[in-house]
T-cell receptor, first 114, second 116 residues
């Protein structure tokens, strides 16, 4: 099955700096890579996703890059703000029959210091 | 759009009792719903995949007789934790996929279960 590794497990940055979180996956059949933000005790919220036919996607301060050959993808947050503090999860999925099952990384606790 | 609700948000029960958790897609019909368990400071672990009108598919190591899943309609799936024990205490989260974006999962707010 799929295995997703995520690094770092914790990341502390100063407000205004950039933050980068990296993930690798094992199954070359995976073709969809979402990123979720989870605040303490809350639901995971989809913040950006990328499909395997695209190398990069950007949405305001958030961007994701994908390298299919190396099987890794990264989340980039620029101009970080204290409200960006949360746990971020990467995930990978492929269609197993008609269902897309997500395999999650272990998460990165991002702390943005004012 | 793509709103998923869960009920209850938290429940405390005695060991040996059963607890039912509901997951609803409020503004779309979900052919597939997923159930996850999340322990403190850990990632989401998929328990089972639920398709409307058919039996759920459980992940390896998840006891199907302990975690009963029913997906009776396109907007409702239920998870029943039978004969709950303290080790079942966890954060249970469901997700649902809209029919036009089968790869995207939208999560419910979660149910925190505490078994005494």
């Amino acid at each position: 099955g799929e295995n997703v590794e995520q690094h770092p497990s914790t990341l502390s940055v100063q407000e205004g700096d950039s933050a980068v979180i990296k993930c690798t996956y094992s199954d070359s059949a995976s073709n969809y890579f979402p990123w979720y933000k989870q605040e303490l005790g809350k639901r995971p919220q989809l913040i950006i996703d990328i499909r395997s036919n695209v190398g990069e996607k950007k949405d305001q301060r958030i961007a994701v890059t994908l390298n299919k050959t190396a099987k890794h993808f990264s989340l980039h947050i620029t101009e970080t703000q204290p409200e960006d503090s949360a746990v971020y999860f990467c995930a990978a999925s492929y269609s197993g029959g008609s269902n897309y099952k997500l395999t999650f990384g272990k998460g990165t606790l991002l702390t943005v210091n004012p | 759009g793509a709103v998923v609700s869960q009920h209850p948000s938290r429940v405390i029960c005695k060991s040996g009792t059963s607890v039912k958790i509901e997951c609803r897609s409020l503004d779309f019909q979900a052919t597939t719903m997923f159930w996850y368990r999340q322990f403190p400071k850990q990632s989401l672990m998929l328990m089972a995949t639920s398709n409307e009108g058919s039996k759920a598919t459980y992940e390896q190591g998840v006891e199907k007789d302990k975690f009963l899943i029913n997906h009776a309609s396109l907007t409702l799936s239920t998870l029943t934790v039978t004969s709950a024990h303290p080790e079942d205490s966890s954060f249970y989260i469901c997700s649902a996929t809209p029919p036009d974006r089968l790869e995207t999962q939208y999560f419910g707010p979660g149910t925190r279960l505490l078994v005494l």
